[in-house]
């Protein structure tokens, strides 16, 4: 199996920050490495796919890029509803695990 | 407008298998390319992909669990149905199905989710 690591596992910024979360996979996986938001109570809402494609109807402030096992997701300015819990996965072999979560909260 | 939503007991016992149904709407699991998967996630933790099964009838499942997990489809009823058996109090958790894009792999829309409890 293919595991993933984020990091790191939380943090505080405020809005406007810029913010960056890191998502490593144990062996390479190309570019298929794919982002998400949840919120508290709700389903995860994908971001970022194919590791740079922005999804439909997202923000152009989140941007992911990366190849092989390093991928990152950057947040250029945060607003106030992107406070959330962050989780990459990877899609490049099944089991198609999900990293642990990077939550960002208000400091 | 694509839309999943998650139907099956909120209550299970222990030992008993547990039968979840994903219903769709917006758009056809005949359609090529396509696919539904299974993700839960347990109170307060991350997430985790058990299952999908695409257009074709292609399969996969969790390493951990593929002993215990089921997946079919009922493409005439727009519905994909997942079975779990032998559940235990660990298996608690909020179990999604996702709209799955085959390429590249991603998990573009999500159901509401249904909380399910394992207690006796």
């Known amino acids: 199996d293919i595991q993933m690591t984020q990091s790191p596992s939380s943090l505080s910024a405020s809005v406007g920050d810029r913010v960056t979360i890191t998502c490593r996979a144990s062996?390479?996986?190309?570019?298929?490495l794919n982002w998400y938001q949840q919120k508290p109570g709700k389903a995860p809402k994908l971001l970022i796919y194919?590791?740079?494609s922005l999804q439909s109807g997202v923000p152009s402030r989140f941007s992911g890029s990366g190849s092989g096992t390093d991928f990152t997701l950057t947040i250029s300015s945060l607003q106030p509803e992107d406070f959330a819990t962050y989780y990459c996965?990877?899609?490049?072999?099944?089991?198609?695990?999900f990293g642990p979560g990077t939550k960002v909260d208000i400091k | 407008q694509v839309t999943l939503k998650e139907s099956g007991p909120v209550l299970v016992k222990p030992t008993e298998t547990l039968t979840l149904t994903c219903t769709v709407s917006?758009?056809?699991?005949?359609?090529?390319?396509?696919?539904v998967s299974w993700i839960r996630q347990p109170p307060g933790k991350a997430l985790e992909w058990l299952a999908h099964?695409?257009?074709?009838?292609?399969?996969s499942y969790s390493t951990s669990l593929k002993s215990r997990l089921t997946i079919s489809k009922d493409t005439s009823k727009s519905q994909v149905v997942l079975t779990m058996t032998n559940m235990d109090p660990v298996d608690t958790a909020t179990y999604y199905c996702?709209?799955?894009?085959?390429?590249?792999?991603?998990?573009?829309?999500w159901g509401q989710g249904t909380l399910v409890t394992v207690s006796s």
């Open positions: 194919a590791a740079s």
């Open positions: 099964i695409f257009s074709n009838d292609e399969k």
């Open positions: 996702a709209r799955t894009p085959a390429y590249p792999l991603h998990f573009d829309y």
């Open positions: 062996q390479s996986i190309s570019s298929y």
């Open positions: 996965q990877q899609s490049y072999s099944t089991p198609f695990h």
């Open positions: 917006g758009f056809s699991l005949s359609n090529a390319r396509m696919g």
